[in-house]
């Protein structure tokens, strides 16, 4: 099994005014081991420079598998590397070879230093018995949904495996669900791709774990996480204490619980006492799911002072949160503040003038010595 992944891997050189570039392609390519077999690679090499030659390179442990057709290129030519697997590789998991190419000025060239760039060729090599190799994913969802899994399993052993998945769904440790797949059988390097839904009607919202157990001695694990949300968004903070004299900022920081997009989230703000009521309206947001944003409103405190009674009243889908709480509107100290400022600058100086005087007697004892 082969895969290449699709990019080029372009390097910029700046000096002296010149500017050139190097690219080759594909940057990675993917080989499972299998004894004796022939791989060849198709290179292309990109270069904005008329005035350099190319040189092809090899590295790695296994460089003595690689067969190159060029070893110098000029611009705009590309080259091929034939790969020809061994009878055996010693280390099992990712091997890694590295085919590059390098910039090589030519006689009376302007450039006067060499680039040199690297495809990856990743040759998988597999691990003795059985090993199993996969990830399991569910995405987020809402209270009724129908929520698609999908696990995916590769043999990357010597050795046969026969098996045949369950997946547990937990709620703080508890099981709350389970879906079971179809037994199967993967001889070495076979993948196989299982898929299925979970209904979590009468699931409640929060977080929850999801975890697949394949046993063959070593025990293999494939896990995830996701959330069931609520259409419900929670104040989780907003401003209690503002200054008086003039329009003011009051902000209130919501989080979404609902996993989808809510438009049109807004905030109405309630300030009161027994003798006076004061109301206000934040712009609206968009919320996107599971997403923290922060509303934020203007008061003018011109004519209000003291300890208010809050009521948040947020908006959103046909839906209502209210939280209550109470706000303080205060002159600024200014006497206070004076103090502080005071404070702050007489420390400074006080931390200036002992540094001044340890400074300078350190000059006088090297003057005596």
């Not at 508890?174 to 076979?190: A, C, H, P, R, Y």
């Not at 959330?227 to 401003?239: A, E, P, Q």
């Not at 619980?257 to 003798?275: H, I, M, P, R, Y």
Request: net charge negative; aromatic share 14%.
């Amino acid at each position: 099994m082969k895969k290449v992944l699709a990019g080029i891997f372009i390097v910029f050189f700046l000096s002296a005014g010149y500017v050139t570039s190097l690219g080759i392609s594909p940057a990675v390519y993917e080989i499972d081991f299998s004894p004796g077999e022939v791989f060849e690679i198709d290179y292309k090499v990109s270069s904005d420079s008329d005035n350099e030659k190319i040189r092809v390179f090899v590295e790695g442990d296994l460089d003595y598998i690689v067969e190159l057709d060029k070893k110098e290129l000029n611009p705009g030519e590309g080259f091929k590397a034939k790969l020809t697997m061994p009878d055996r590789i010693e280390t099992s998991g990712v091997n890694r070879l590295y085919i590059g190419v390098e910039s090589v000025p030519k006689e009376g060239g302007t450039l006067g230093t060499s680039i040199k760039i690297k495809s990856v060729v990743k040759i998988f090599a597999p691990y003795p018995g059985k090993y199993l190799e996969g990830y399991l994913e569910v995405p987020d969802g809402n209270v009724g949904d129908v929520l698609p899994i999908e696990l995916f399993v590769i043999n990357r052993g010597t050795e046969r495996a026969d098996f045949t998945p369950e997946v547990n769904f937990f709620e703080s440790g508890n099981i709350v669900g389970k879906v079971k797949f179809d037994s199967v059988s993967l001889e070495t390097n076979q993948e196989k791709k299982f898929q299925d839904f979970l209904n979590v009607e009468g699931y409640r919202p929060g977080d929850y774990f999801a975890e697949v157990a394949i046993d063959h001695g070593k025990g293999f694990y494939f896990n995830d996480s996701f959330r069931i949300g609520s259409l419900y968004v929670k104040v989780i903070n907003y401003t209690s204490e503002v200054k008086k004299g003039g329009i003011e900022r009051f902000n209130v920081a919501i989080e979404s619980n609902w996993n989808g997009v809510l438009e049109d989230v807004f905030a109405d703000v309630n300030l009161s006492t027994q003798d006076e009521s004061f109301f206000f309206r934040t712009p609206s947001v968009v919320l996107n799911p599971w997403e923290t944003k922060t509303l934020t409103g203007f008061i003018d405190t011109t004519e209000l002072e003291g300890e208010y009674d809050a009521e948040i009243v947020l908006n959103y889908d046909g839906e209502k949160t209210v939280v209550e709480g109470k706000v303080y509107i205060r002159k600024t100290n200014f006497v206070f503040l004076v103090l502080f400022i005071s404070g702050l600058f007489i420390l400074a100086l006080v931390v200036f003038i002992v540094a001044y005087k340890v400074k300078n007697r350190k000059k006088d004892r090297k003057i005596r010595k």
